[in-house]
């Protein structure tokens, strides 16, 4: 991978020695070495030595995998936050489905469900149609976090269109209709699920709900419940949540 890099760039540019190139590949290899020792300090400064001695070298690729290692290093420790600003980094530097899965996930993690949702509809480009079904579904989870069950239920729908056959979007999707005050669809839902295969208890306790709230207009619901959370991404007030 390292030749191939580097091979790309001297093409570009026609402009490195062969004893830059020996130069340049041992400080690499020295760089993945750093990287998978997690010695992230040292990769910084190594890179950055490396973009000042030769600026017509092109790193980002290198950059990318610096900050897209670091964030797994956050991650594993369940640094959530952190891990989002080094996906981020990793995506600008390198744009792929690999580093858009990486920062979306990082965004679910750490409670940006806007942020997540926002950025995988942006970046669709990026996503290959073997795993557009994952994208849809993480889509479909942020809007139902943010209580926006309309966006939930228009993604869901797509995801059945793909995955007709995984019932557990059916399930999802009554589910939404219901949370969008919506029982008569959740009801057909749940009818049409039940003629896939026999529903489960939970499912049927739904359907239950789904049709006395068909039969009564909802009438009698009387109950309120409210719950919120607070996500603060700038660091300077993250010191305020707990009063919040």
């Given at each position: ?34 990287i ?63 580093t ?108 239950i ?36």
């Amino acid at each position: 991978m390292i030749f191939l890099m580097l091979c790309t760039s001297i093409l570009a540019k026609k402009s490195f020695t062969n004893k830059e190139i020996r130069e340049i590949n041992i400080e690499l290899k020295e760089c993945k070495n750093l990287i998978q020792e997690e010695k992230y300090k040292a990769t910084q400064k190594k890179l950055s030595t490396l973009h000042d001695k030769y600026p017509d070298l092109d790193i980002t690729a290198w950059w990318s995998n610096y900050h897209q290692s670091l964030g797994r290093f956050h991650t594993k420790k369940n640094n959530f936050y952190e891990a989002t600003i080094e996906y981020r980094k990793a995506f600008e530097y390198k744009p792929t489905e690999v580093t858009l899965n990486s920062l979306a996930t990082a965004y679910i993690q750490n409670k940006q469900f806007f942020d997540a949702s926002n950025l995988l509809e942006s970046n669709s480009k990026y996503i290959s149609e073997i795993n557009r079904a994952k994208y849809e579904q993480k889509i479909a989870f942020a809007y139902a976090q943010m209580q926006n069950f309309q966006g939930a239920i228009y993604r869901t729908k797509k995801l059945i269109s793909l995955q007709p056959k995984n019932l557990k979007h059916w399930t999802a999707l009554s589910i939404y209709y219901m949370k969008n005050s919506q029982p008569e669809d959740a009801l057909e839902v749940l009818e049409e699920l039940e003629t896939m295969r026999p529903l489960k208890r939970s499912e049927k306790e739904l359907k239950i709900q789904a049709s006395q709230k068909t039969k009564i207009g909802n009438k009698l619901d009387v109950a309120v419940s409210s719950s919120f959370e607070v996500q603060l991404d700038n660091q300077k007030y993250r010191e305020y949540i707990p009063t919040i």
